[in-house]
């Protein structure tokens, strides 16, 4: 992985956490920092992924970037998803 994969996978990720947080509520139980986290996190692992697939490329590609921003994408969406879920307690009531 190059250094410039590896900073375009950072800012993808980033901006894609950003962004899945300014469009959800605000009313949702995740942090501030989760979906920027997992979007980076998911946006690095495309990147392995992808090199580990085609070791050839010596850059970041179209269908890199495009990974980055899927897989990064579901990351938050996730995020978003299963931090909106009610909390309950042990008796099974709602808190």
């Known amino acids: 992985m190059t250094a410039v994969s590896l900073v375009t996978a950072v800012t993808i990720g980033l901006v894609t956490g950003l962004v899945g947080r300014l469009v959800t509520t605000h009313r949702r139980g995740a942090p501030l920092w989760l ?7 998911a946006a690095v692992f495309a990147t392995v992924a992808l090199r580990m ?4 490329a010596t850059g970041p590609t179209a ?10 994408a579901a990351g938050v969406a996730l995020v978003a998803i299963t931090t909106d879920r009610a909390h309950y307690d042990r008796t099974g009531g709602a808190r």
């Open 35 to 41: 979906p920027p986290a997992v979007g980076i996190g």
């Open 63 to 72: 269908v890199e970037v495009l990974l980055q921003v899927v897989f990064a």
């Open 53 to 56: 697939a085609d070791a050839g």
